[in-house]
């Protein structure tokens, strides 16, 4: 694989501006970030990060672009958001490897990503003709009451590492169809995937003979509390860990603002005795080492049913002894690496806390080393017994390791299921329909994301995309997802040639 030619193709130069309103780059002496790969340890760009002053021409910019924007019909945004997706189409092939060789995904999650990107630009072309309001009968004779849906301003978009294109895209695709124009932060760990995103979304626009500002990229941890403080900014869509969200959370409301968080999980699956068993084992393990234990929806937990405890702890612990862990971009490997040796010392002293707290390991973790292994990000994927209160069960860690622990009944393996912190992807395995449907009862899963017979990791772009507790309640995607993005406003129009006041109040003069 050429990633010279890959780079090229997709603007990416040695060094790079990470601060554009559009087609406009602009150059600072802020701090530059270098992208190393986690497949190789390669250096593979650098990419200059934005100056406070540069910070303040990109949200003018975008604050004059967005008078220009909202008056745009919505049919019309929507035919600008279509192009984008055909130059996504174009360039699937080059931005998916970039995702797999900076991020460390392997090429087809890599390709996935992209064809997410695709996905919601379809999605939000449909959309931009169905940004429906209700009507309501007025309790007044004469008078009419509806409800319509404004554009709110700038969109901040504040996105994590291991979705380092996708994220932006569900973001970005509604927030402009519904009339707002975004800025967006990508993570440190994955600039170049933005940059490589900027210069696709700027060829549209200007295609479109668009103002600047309508879609703009700013870089670095800096700008990150910015865009937190700015009043400029009436919604910041937050993806990351509950630690930063909780920050930008309280930043954000503190200024009343409105936001969208999407942070962190601890996704379990309940493996049922009347499980489809290979169905549950693919699912599972899939979702426990599928980009390496870094999505957010990655199976964390699995509480399996203690009548078939053994005999699927066996079949599971056969199935990850035939997992090839190596370079993400060849297609034969399962596994590709940690995005970086900081991730892989949390993996680390996750494995250290969980022995020290009673796990017993039934697959050793570990660091490969040497050879293809010599960036130092690659690790075992491993697989510990564990009661559900352990401290280290009860947070996110990054990385692939899989809890497993018993139940006898539904009820106590519902509860087990519930009884963590983080509200997003849940699953059950079982062709039982009473199970089925308890589970995903009132009395079920408290989760934003509920499977039946589908692991937890991975989701359509048709429904809205969430968790609930500390993954933060906020919902992107599908669905009425694009409510998120706009203002209400009621509106009642009096048509009668008197005033009646509600709940029959007089007032005579
Ligand atoms: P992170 O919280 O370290 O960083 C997320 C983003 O926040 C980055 O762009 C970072 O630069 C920025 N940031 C850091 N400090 C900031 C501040 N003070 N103000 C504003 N922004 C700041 O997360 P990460 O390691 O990149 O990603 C992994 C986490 O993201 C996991 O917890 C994962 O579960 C979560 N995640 C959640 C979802 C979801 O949809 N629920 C999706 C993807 C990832």
Known sequence: MDIKKVLNQLGITENNSGTSTGQQWMESDAKVITSSSPVDGKEIAKVSTTSA????????TSAGAFLFWRNVPAPKRGEIVRQLGEALRLNKENLGILVSYEMGKSLQEGLGEVQEMIDICDFAVGLSRQLYGLTMHSER?????????????IVGVISAFNFPV??????????????????????????????????????VLKANDMPEGISALI???PVGDLINNDPRIPLVSFTGSTRVGRLVSSAVAGRFGRTILELGGNNAIIVSKDADLDIAIIGAAFGAVGTAGQRCTSTRRLIIQEDIYEDFKNKLVKAYGQLRIGDPLDQHNHVGPLIDKAAVAVYLEAIEKGKAQGANFIVEGG???????GSGCYVKPCIAEVKNHYQIVQEETFAPILYVMSYKTLEEAIALQNGVPQGLSSAIMTLNLREAE???STNGSDCG?????????????GGAFGGEKETGGGRESGSDAWKGYMRRQTNTINYANKLPLAQGIKFDL
């Open 53 to 60: 002053e540069d910070y303040e021409k990109v949200i003018s």
């Open 141 to 153: 004779p004469d008078h009419r009451m509806y409800e319509q849906w404004h554009p709110m301003g």
């Open 219 to 221: 870089t670095g941890n």
């Open 367 to 373: 660091v490969l080393e040497g050879g293809a292994y």
């Open 449 to 461: 994301i509920a499977n039946v017979n589908i692991g937890t990791s991975g989701a359509e772009i």
């Open 438 to 440: 308890l589970f995903l």
């Open 166 to 203: 996708a994220v932006w895209s569900w973001n970005t695709a509604l927030a402009l169809v519904c009339g707002n124009v975004c800025v967006w932060k990508p993570s440190s760990k994955t600039p170049l995937c933005a940059v490589a995103c900027q210069h696709i979304i700027a060829s």
